[in-house]
Antibody, heavy 116, light 111 residues
């Protein structure tokens, strides 16, 4: 079964760092892009950026450039999304998604709450 | 890269048909036959309902259909049912470096 399994919910304080994960199984991890999607409470889906684990080609949407880092470890079929210094406005649900021309598989989501 | 434009809300009575539009540009919706639609129930991850403009994945009801004309794609739900009440998002492949863009989302209400 093709699936993406994300790490669990996180509660952090402003200024802390965080790295969440997305583990792929059931397909060739290096043959598809993995993207990250933000959904703030009560809001729509926002495409943050993507990575091609085969060669680590990484691209960011302008709104997220410099705000987060996307990476992947193809030895363990896992993609990551990380922050160096969280803000309260980073509170959201984050989804990873498999894609080439279209997103066909989604992770279950990781809720990140940033609060003092 | 601007989001694709969808109506904020659409409603219909059980058994009726509704259509959700998704308007982009020639750099996304109009330029590629890679438009997809996702259904999202509260607290759940999005679910693929339509891909390649008009194809349904296995297991998706044939009450859901997709089409495209120029820079606008559409999702039609026929025989509306209570379980169809959800948020719907379109997405398109795009010539931008990040490859994808989402629509603004549409809340479907079954009256």
């Amino acid at each position: 079964e093709v699936q993406l399994v994300q790490s669990g919910a996180e509660v952090k304080k402003p200024g802390e760092s965080l790295k969440i994960s997305c583990k792929a199984s059931g397909y060739s991890f290096t043959s598809y892009w993995i993207g990250w999607v933000r959904q703030m409470p009560g809001k729509g889906l926002e495409w943050m950026g993507i990575i091609y684990p085969g060669d680590s080609d990484t691209r960011y949407s302008p709104s997220f450039q410099g705000q987060v880092t996307i990476s992947a470890d193809k030895s363990i079929n896992t993609a990551y999304l990380q922050w160096s210094s969280l803000k309260a406005s980073d509170t959201a649900m984050f989804y990873c998604a498999r894609t080439n021309y279209q997103i066909d598989i989604w992770g279950q989501g990781t809720m990140v709450t940033v609060s003092s | 890269q601007s989001a694709l434009t969808q109506p904020a809300s659409v409603s219909g009575s059980p058994g009726q048909s509704i259509t959700i539009s998704c308007t982009g540009t020639s750099s996304d919706v109009g330029g590629y036959n890679y438009v997809s639609w996702y259904q999202q129930h509260p607290g759940k991850a999005p679910k693929l309902m339509i891909y390649d403009v008009s194809n349904r994945p296995s297991g998706v009801s044939n009450r859901f259909s997709g089409s495209k004309s120029g820079n606008t794609a559409s999702l039609t739900i026929s025989g509306l049912q209570a379980e169809d009440e959800a948020d719907y998002y379109c997405s398109s492949y795009t010539s931008s470096s990040t490859l994808h863009v989402f629509g603004t989302g549409t809340k479907v209400t079954v009256l």
